[in-house]
């Protein structure tokens, strides 16, 4: 079927819906087409009294006919809360691929004469989640192999990968949110001192202090050992989970594409503006503040979102990662207690998203027609989220049910 301009979509959607329909004999029951008995039902939904106090935003694409099916809102604009997650995986897996490698570095610089190493020991973050007490093993274990069984000199983090500021823009002070440091074991800032229990794990005496600097270059300077874990592995627990850290570790990915040291937000933002308008985001008002949806400064769009998520599935690399990583309904994720029954069970992949008076959820579902479609809703000002969750899920039903 042929493409239809967003313009186009949208007058289509506006017209009166044709008078022409059909009659069951047995029954003299209406039957209204699929696309009619949605619209319908979504209707309905959008009645509901929550909305004389609260904002909705909400739009639906059929990707199958390629054309918008719903749209109430879809221009507001809203916080994302964690929603937030699919602007900067699908950015991540556009430009960098799924098998993109995160790598933290061990090297050293001195001489080793009877086991006894003068001079630094480096470590070099890239600020990998997944690194974790089997890498740091690793680390010790092999630096130990190459002669060492004592240390005289320092121990040096190079956390030159990122800018310093360890909270991201616009974040709650009181909030339980992540150390945002390129040195990262098991996603806690103790990368130094686990390092050197590991070291005497494996009889290796240190007598250096922890300091902090950038790895030298020259070729003095001899690389020891390194850890990494492909983006793909850290898209499914960030998605299913709305695990933060990762999310926050892949905009910084993002950032470091450009190839500029430190990686600042302000790269990542950028990136992540230049897909938003390669996917036909124009004349939007829109902010991105972080990567995990955690800052109150990110505001978008449901049509937006609409946007983005066809972009993504018009990139078959990108669907093919992404797709599999979002929660299903009633099975897994942060959707694995919500619609675990009905039309909407397991049809729904999508993103959840809580911020204190915001509740979301954005992806893709499966009609009874067998059709693919994309969807966006953001309830905002809600003073109880499961308001905004009870919502989506029959708005989730609506589309699913024949």
Known sequence: MMALAWSQCFAMQAQTLPEV???????AEVVLPWPVNVQTRLDSLVKDTLFERTQLGLMVYDLSADSVLYSYGGRQTLRPASTMKLLTSVTALDLLGSGYAYRTYLYYKGTITKGVLSGDVWLVGGMDPLFDETDMRIFAETLHRVGVDTIRGRIMQDVSFKEEQLLGEGWCWDDDNPQLTPLLISGKDEFAGLFKDELMKCDVFV????STGRLPKDKDVLLVCSRSHALRELLEPMMKESDNLYAESMFYQIAASTGKRPAEAAHARQLIKQLLTRAGVSGVQYR????????LYNYVTPELMI?????AYLKRDVM???YPALPVAGVDGTLKKRMTKGFAFENVHAKTGTVSGVSSLAGYCRSANNHLLAFCIINQG?????????????????????
């Open 21 to 27: 329909s059909l009659l069951r004999q047995d029954t």
């Open 207 to 210: 007598d250096a202090p922890v």
């Open 288 to 295: 991105i503040a972080d990567g995990s949806g955690l800052s």
């Open 382 to 402: 809600v003073m109880k989220n499961a308001d905004g969750r009870n919502f989506q899920d029959k708005v989730c039903e609506a589309m699913c049910k024949p």
């Open 320 to 322: 093919a990662a992404l």
């Open 307 to 311: 946007r983005l998520l066809r972009y």
